[in-house]
């Protein structure tokens, strides 16, 4: 597609539950990042993938958040046993990053709403 | 923890007067940018500014950055009650392509 994609957009679940949001970057974006926004809030990282090399996982809450890509492509976060606190939007956001100084701009998702009853 | 915090955290002002933002970061950059957020989805890449470059334009904005004081600012000339948005700063931790975002400043535009 011509840009970033996320889904579900909206997800309502109760707590104890998992989810899954999915992203789908735009093609041939080597790099991927995860954000979580609460509400009226900024933006807090949780996760990026750069290429091959491994995960940067430093910004995860709790070991119940865990995040894939697929091929170099698609990635998915997956939020276990879902707690009232892990409400908010999830961005995902890509970039074509070859290289640390040529490290550019980021295109945004439209985000997943997670809400936990 | 967040790397840069934005302020004001809140602005508002009218239509055609000019809205300046500020963003402080903690640690050294290869670059800064700066982002619009409408609604609390996704966010709109609207300027890039490199750290061996010190103000940047483009169009009715206009972004300095100062390595010295580790602060940036936006400056939005003749504001529009279509520029009523959230703006953050994002920079990247020098040395990776991680970029941490601030706090953001909800500017809302009187028409």
């Known amino acids: 597609g011509a840009g970033v994609s996320q889904s579900p957009s909206n997800k309502v679940t109760e707590k104890g539950k998992d989810v899954e949001l999915r992203c789908d970057p735009i093609?041939?974006?080597?790099?991927l990042y995860w954000y979580r926004q609460s509400l009226g809030q900024g933006l807090e990282f949780l996760i990026y993938?750069?290429?091959?090399?491994?995960?940067?996982k430093s910004g995860l809450p709790s070991d119940r958040f865990s995040a894939e890509r697929t091929g170099g492509s698609v990635s998915t976060l997956t939020i276990q046993r879902t707690q009232q606190e892990d409400s908010a939007v999830y961005l995902c956001?890509?970039?074509?990053?070859?290289?640390?100084?040529?490290?550019?701009?980021?295109?945004f998702g439209e985000g997943s709403r997670l809400t936990v009853l | 923890s967040q790397q840069g915090e934005e302020d004001p955290q809140a602005l508002s002002i009218q239509e055609g007067e000019n809205a300046t933002m500020n963003c402080s970061y903690k640690t050294s950059i290869n670059n800064l940018q700066w982002y619009r957020q409408n609604s609390g989805r996704g966010l709109v890449h609207l300027i890039l500014?490199?750290?061996?470059?010190r103000e940047k334009h483009s169009g009715r904005l206009r972004v300095t950055l100062d390595t010295s004081k580790k602060s940036s600012s936006l400056l939005i000339t003749a504001s529009r009650a279509a520029d009523t948005a959230s703006y953050f700063c994002a920079t990247d931790d020098s040395g990776t392509y991680k970029y941490i975002f601030g706090t953001g400043t909800r500017l809302k535009v009187l028409a």
């Open positions: 993938f750069q290429g091959n090399s491994a995960p940067d």
């Open positions: 956001a890509s970039s074509l990053a070859q290289r640390v100084n040529a490290a550019g701009e980021l295109f």
């Open positions: 500014i490199r750290s061996n470059e």
């Open positions: 093609s041939g974006h080597t790099a």
